[in-house]
Protein backbone atom coordinates (compact mmCIF):
# COMPACT_ATOMS: atom_id res chain seq x y z
CA UNK A 1 0.00 0.00 0.00
CA UNK A 2 1.34 3.22 -0.95
CA UNK A 3 2.53 6.04 1.92
CA UNK A 4 -0.61 8.41 1.29
CA UNK A 5 -2.79 5.61 0.43
CA UNK A 6 -2.33 3.84 4.03
CA UNK A 7 -2.65 7.75 5.98
CA UNK A 8 -6.04 8.21 4.77
CA UNK A 9 -6.92 4.28 5.26
CA UNK A 10 -5.47 5.54 8.97
CA UNK A 11 -7.61 8.55 9.28
CA UNK A 12 -10.83 6.96 7.81
CA UNK A 13 -10.22 4.41 10.78
CA UNK A 14 -9.86 7.13 13.19
CA UNK A 15 -13.28 8.87 11.41
CA UNK A 16 -15.40 5.33 12.51
CA UNK A 17 -13.69 4.00 15.19
CA UNK A 18 -16.38 5.78 17.38
CA UNK A 19 -18.72 4.92 15.56
CA UNK A 20 -18.44 1.25 14.89
CA UNK A 21 -18.29 1.10 19.06
CA UNK A 22 -20.97 3.70 19.63
CA UNK A 23 -23.57 1.80 22.39
CA UNK A 24 -27.07 1.61 20.86
CA UNK A 25 -28.53 4.69 23.41
CA UNK A 26 -25.69 6.96 21.39
CA UNK A 27 -26.89 5.70 17.82
CA UNK A 28 -30.44 7.13 18.88
CA UNK A 29 -29.70 10.25 19.34
CA UNK A 30 -30.21 13.18 16.78
CA UNK A 31 -27.21 14.07 14.70
CA UNK A 32 -25.58 17.03 15.82
CA UNK A 33 -25.51 20.44 13.64
CA UNK A 34 -21.72 20.74 13.64
CA UNK A 35 -19.28 18.91 12.45
CA UNK A 36 -17.41 16.28 14.42
CA UNK A 37 -14.10 17.32 15.65
CA UNK A 38 -10.71 15.62 16.30
CA UNK A 39 -8.58 16.37 18.79
CA UNK A 40 -4.64 15.88 19.07
CA UNK A 41 -2.85 16.39 22.54
CA UNK A 42 0.84 16.49 22.74
CA UNK A 43 2.73 16.49 25.81
CA UNK A 44 5.78 17.44 26.46
CA UNK A 45 8.28 16.62 29.11
CA UNK A 46 10.40 19.09 29.68
CA UNK A 47 13.96 19.83 31.81
CA UNK A 48 14.47 22.65 34.18
CA UNK A 49 16.95 24.95 32.80
CA UNK A 50 16.65 26.41 28.88
CA UNK A 51 13.98 23.89 28.03
CA UNK A 52 10.84 25.11 28.87
CA UNK A 53 11.50 28.72 27.35
CA UNK A 54 12.95 27.14 24.19
CA UNK A 55 9.79 25.07 23.79
CA UNK A 56 7.46 27.82 24.41
CA UNK A 57 9.52 30.04 21.73
CA UNK A 58 9.10 27.16 19.88
CA UNK A 59 5.25 26.99 19.88
CA UNK A 60 4.93 30.57 20.11
CA UNK A 61 7.07 31.48 17.24
CA UNK A 62 6.85 28.29 14.87
CA UNK A 63 4.47 25.67 15.82
CA UNK A 64 1.36 27.33 16.54
CA UNK A 65 1.42 30.08 12.93
CA UNK A 66 2.70 26.82 11.30
CA UNK A 67 -0.74 24.86 12.69
CA UNK A 68 -2.81 27.64 12.11
CA UNK A 69 -1.97 27.80 8.30
CA UNK A 70 -2.38 24.77 7.87
CA UNK A 71 -6.39 25.40 9.30
CA UNK A 72 -5.65 23.75 12.78
CA UNK A 73 -7.48 26.59 14.59
CA UNK A 74 -7.34 27.69 18.02
CA UNK A 75 -4.42 25.83 19.44
CA UNK A 76 -4.16 25.43 22.62
CA UNK A 77 -0.25 25.85 24.72
CA UNK A 78 -0.47 24.83 28.46
CA UNK A 79 1.91 24.56 31.45
CA UNK A 80 1.12 22.22 34.30
CA UNK A 81 0.71 24.06 37.40
CA UNK A 82 -0.48 20.99 39.47
CA UNK A 83 0.47 17.80 38.63
CA UNK A 84 2.80 14.60 39.14
CA UNK A 85 5.08 15.99 36.37
CA UNK A 86 7.12 19.14 35.99
CA UNK A 87 8.22 21.19 33.30
CA UNK A 88 5.53 19.50 31.25
CA UNK A 89 3.62 21.27 29.04
CA UNK A 90 0.55 20.23 26.75
CA UNK A 91 -0.83 21.16 23.03
CA UNK A 92 -4.14 20.91 21.90
CA UNK A 93 -4.79 20.80 18.15
CA UNK A 94 -8.28 20.89 17.28
CA UNK A 95 -9.68 19.59 13.33
CA UNK A 96 -12.24 18.17 11.03
CA UNK A 97 -10.24 16.34 9.54
CA UNK A 98 -8.35 13.40 11.35
CA UNK A 99 -5.88 13.11 8.44
CA UNK A 100 -4.70 16.60 8.87
CA UNK A 101 -3.53 15.55 12.49
CA UNK A 102 -1.77 12.36 11.42
CA UNK A 103 0.00 14.27 9.02
CA UNK A 104 1.13 17.30 10.69
CA UNK A 105 4.60 16.42 11.12
CA UNK A 106 4.97 15.60 7.69
CA UNK A 107 3.46 18.58 6.69
CA UNK A 108 5.59 20.43 9.07
CA UNK A 109 9.07 19.31 7.67
CA UNK A 110 7.91 20.38 4.15
CA UNK A 111 7.24 24.11 5.61
CA UNK A 112 10.08 26.21 4.93
CA UNK A 113 8.84 28.96 7.04
CA UNK A 114 8.09 27.00 9.72
CA UNK A 115 11.70 25.15 9.74
CA UNK A 116 13.44 28.61 9.80
CA UNK A 117 11.38 29.82 12.73
CA UNK A 118 11.57 26.32 14.64
CA UNK A 119 15.45 25.91 14.24
CA UNK A 120 17.30 25.52 17.73
CA UNK A 121 14.16 23.35 18.81
CA UNK A 122 13.53 20.84 16.09
CA UNK A 123 16.80 20.28 15.08
CA UNK A 124 18.44 20.49 18.95
CA UNK A 125 21.54 18.55 18.90
CA UNK A 126 21.73 14.80 20.92
CA UNK A 127 23.61 16.42 23.68
CA UNK A 128 21.35 19.31 24.43
CA UNK A 129 17.63 17.97 23.65
CA UNK A 130 15.00 20.23 23.24
CA UNK A 131 13.04 18.11 25.60
CA UNK A 132 12.73 14.18 26.88
CA UNK A 133 9.95 13.14 24.84
CA UNK A 134 6.80 13.93 23.26
CA UNK A 135 3.88 12.26 24.07
CA UNK A 136 0.24 11.72 21.23
CA UNK A 137 -2.86 10.73 21.68
CA UNK A 138 -5.48 11.49 19.23
CA UNK A 139 -9.20 12.03 20.26
CA UNK A 140 -12.87 12.22 18.64
CA UNK A 141 -15.11 14.73 20.20
CA UNK A 142 -18.34 13.47 21.84
CA UNK A 143 -21.53 13.63 20.21
CA UNK A 144 -22.55 15.12 23.19
CA UNK A 145 -20.07 18.26 23.00
CA UNK A 146 -18.63 17.74 19.46
CA UNK A 147 -16.82 21.30 18.95
CA UNK A 148 -14.18 22.61 21.38
CA UNK A 149 -15.39 25.58 22.85
CA UNK A 150 -12.90 28.13 23.54
CA UNK A 151 -13.41 30.55 26.72
CA UNK A 152 -13.07 34.47 26.25
CA UNK A 153 -10.61 36.28 26.97
CA UNK A 154 -8.89 36.39 30.10
CA UNK A 155 -7.02 35.41 32.86
CA UNK A 156 -8.26 31.76 33.25
CA UNK A 157 -7.14 27.98 34.45
CA UNK A 158 -7.98 24.51 32.93
CA UNK A 159 -8.34 21.22 34.29
CA UNK A 160 -7.50 18.24 32.08
CA UNK A 161 -9.24 15.13 33.21
CA UNK A 162 -8.50 11.48 31.83
CA UNK A 163 -10.65 8.59 32.79
CA UNK A 164 -9.48 5.42 32.34
CA UNK A 165 -12.00 2.24 32.04
CA UNK A 166 -11.46 -1.52 32.70
CA UNK A 167 -12.57 -2.27 29.05
CA UNK A 168 -14.44 -0.94 25.87
CA UNK A 169 -18.18 -1.66 27.27
CA UNK A 170 -17.11 0.56 30.46
CA UNK A 171 -15.79 3.09 28.48
CA UNK A 172 -18.46 3.05 26.20
CA UNK A 173 -20.96 3.49 28.94
CA UNK A 174 -18.79 6.42 30.79
CA UNK A 175 -19.75 8.35 27.51
CA UNK A 176 -22.85 7.39 26.72
CA UNK A 177 -23.50 8.75 30.71
CA UNK A 178 -21.84 12.39 28.92
CA UNK A 179 -23.87 12.31 26.06
CA UNK A 180 -26.94 11.38 27.92
CA UNK A 181 -27.30 14.30 30.42
CA UNK A 182 -23.60 14.60 32.34
CA UNK A 183 -23.00 17.48 30.13
CA UNK A 184 -25.94 19.12 30.71
CA UNK A 185 -25.08 19.00 34.64
CA UNK A 186 -21.71 20.08 33.94
CA UNK A 187 -22.85 23.42 32.24
CA UNK A 188 -25.42 23.85 34.67
CA UNK A 189 -23.04 23.87 37.67
CA UNK A 190 -20.88 25.95 36.40
CA UNK A 191 -18.26 23.11 34.86
CA UNK A 192 -17.47 25.00 31.57
CA UNK A 193 -16.12 22.51 29.14
CA UNK A 194 -13.37 23.30 26.70
CA UNK A 195 -13.31 19.60 24.90
CA UNK A 196 -14.78 16.50 25.38
CA UNK A 197 -12.55 13.26 23.57
CA UNK A 198 -12.44 9.75 23.36
CA UNK A 199 -8.86 8.44 22.78
CA UNK A 200 -8.56 6.47 19.30
CA UNK A 201 -4.67 6.76 20.01
CA UNK A 202 -2.31 7.16 22.19
CA UNK A 203 -1.66 5.46 26.02
CA UNK A 204 -3.82 4.35 28.75
CA UNK A 205 -6.25 2.84 25.89
CA UNK A 206 -9.30 2.65 27.00
CA UNK A 207 -9.89 5.88 28.17
CA UNK A 208 -11.59 9.42 27.70
CA UNK A 209 -10.18 12.72 28.52
CA UNK A 210 -11.84 16.12 28.45
CA UNK A 211 -10.94 19.79 29.61
CA UNK A 212 -12.41 22.59 31.89
CA UNK A 213 -12.02 26.06 32.13
CA UNK A 214 -12.72 28.61 35.20
CA UNK A 215 -11.41 32.28 36.34
CA UNK A 216 -9.97 30.40 39.33
CA UNK A 217 -9.16 27.86 42.01
CA UNK A 218 -11.89 28.76 44.51
CA UNK A 219 -14.58 29.09 41.71
CA UNK A 220 -13.56 25.35 40.68
CA UNK A 221 -14.23 24.22 43.97
CA UNK A 222 -17.20 25.84 44.01
CA UNK A 223 -18.62 24.75 40.93
CA UNK A 224 -17.55 20.95 42.01
CA UNK A 225 -19.20 21.08 44.63
CA UNK A 226 -22.68 22.23 43.03
CA UNK A 227 -22.27 19.22 40.07
CA UNK A 228 -21.69 16.51 43.38
CA UNK A 229 -25.11 17.77 45.18
CA UNK A 230 -26.65 18.08 42.11
CA UNK A 231 -29.90 15.64 42.29
CA UNK A 232 -29.24 14.68 38.76
CA UNK A 233 -25.72 13.58 39.09
CA UNK A 234 -26.92 11.70 42.03
CA UNK A 235 -29.56 9.89 40.36
CA UNK A 236 -27.46 8.98 37.07
CA UNK A 237 -24.38 8.11 38.96
CA UNK A 238 -26.11 5.46 40.98
CA UNK A 239 -28.00 3.87 38.21
CA UNK A 240 -26.66 0.07 37.71
CA UNK A 241 -24.11 0.06 35.60
CA UNK A 242 -22.87 3.67 35.93
CA UNK A 243 -21.04 3.66 39.10
CA UNK A 244 -17.37 4.91 38.98
CA UNK A 245 -16.18 1.07 40.66
CA UNK A 246 -18.17 -0.39 37.46
CA UNK A 247 -16.74 1.77 34.31
CA UNK A 248 -13.85 3.64 35.56
CA UNK A 249 -10.59 2.27 36.64
CA UNK A 250 -8.41 5.73 37.64
CA UNK A 251 -8.60 9.22 37.48
CA UNK A 252 -6.02 11.50 36.67
CA UNK A 253 -6.53 15.13 37.21
CA UNK A 254 -4.35 18.14 36.52
CA UNK A 255 -4.12 22.01 36.79
CA UNK A 256 -2.99 23.81 33.78
CA UNK A 257 -2.35 27.12 32.95
CA UNK A 258 -1.96 28.96 29.37
CA UNK A 259 1.45 30.37 28.16
CA UNK A 260 1.63 33.74 26.89
CA UNK A 261 1.01 32.02 23.42
CA UNK A 262 -1.99 29.91 23.44
CA UNK A 263 -5.23 30.65 21.68
CA UNK A 264 -7.25 29.15 24.40
Avoid at 140 to 169: D, N, V
Avoid at 207 to 223: C, E, I
Amino acid sequence: MKRRQFIRSMAAGAATAITLKSSEAEMQEKPSAQPQEFYELRKYTLRNGGGPKLTENFFAQAMIPALNRLGVSPVGAFKVDIGPETPTYYLLLPSTSAETLLTVDQRLAKDAEFLKAAAGFWDAPAATPAFIRVESSIFSAFTGWPKLTAPKPGKRIFQLRTYESPGYAAHLKKIEMFNNGEIEIFVRSGLAPVFFGSALTGPLLPNLTYMLTFPDLPTLSANWSKFGSDPAWKELSHRPGNTDPEIVSNITNLYLSPLACSQI
